[in-house]
């Protein structure tokens, strides 16, 4: 459910969804069937806002993939994680997320937010100590995660650094 006014036009939009629909990270009022409903309340031209959205959203794909392309050419794609993988598992703290678990699951690492929820994702290798995190909220730009190793091997922490999408 959400609420929309529209301070001196004196309308309010509500549209309701359905409890089993969820979409996660919803900007305000930019969904299709929010948008046509103003097009009709102020006699606008009518505008296919599906294909609007989707050619948007095909865009930012598109300029994410030319981004990374550069990071791509330069990673060392023979190198390996210093560690096996589940030595990586285990609890962390991030400075700006808080608490967070790293987990195997089916032989894969998972990174996830005890107080951000839709941040769970997959840990891929990258190059050395840096996985690329796969969240799979997919709204949601994907970060390399990098780890420092204690002088006995262990892990003493990961750093989260934003990837250019």
Known sequence: MRCRHFGSCRIAVYVHRCA???????????????????DYYFGLT??????????AKDQQLKDAADT??????????????????????GSYEDAWYGPATIRTENGKLVL???HTPAMVGELKPWQYDTFRTHWRDRIIADPFVTF??????????????????
């Open 20 to 38: 089993n629909v969820s979409v996660p990270h919803e900007p305000p009022f930019a969904l299709p069937s929010d948008t046509h409903v103003l």
């Open 46 to 55: 009518a505008t296919d806002w599906i294909v609007a959205f989707k050619t």
């Open 68 to 89: 990374e392309q550069p990071q791509c050419k330069e990673r060392n794609t023979n190198s390996h994680p210093s560690l096996p993988l589940e030595k990586y598992a």
């Open 112 to 114: 996830s937010f005890e």
């Open 148 to 165: 420092s190793l204690k002088a006995d091997g262990s892990i003493e922490r990961f750093k989260m650094a934003p990837s250019p999408r």
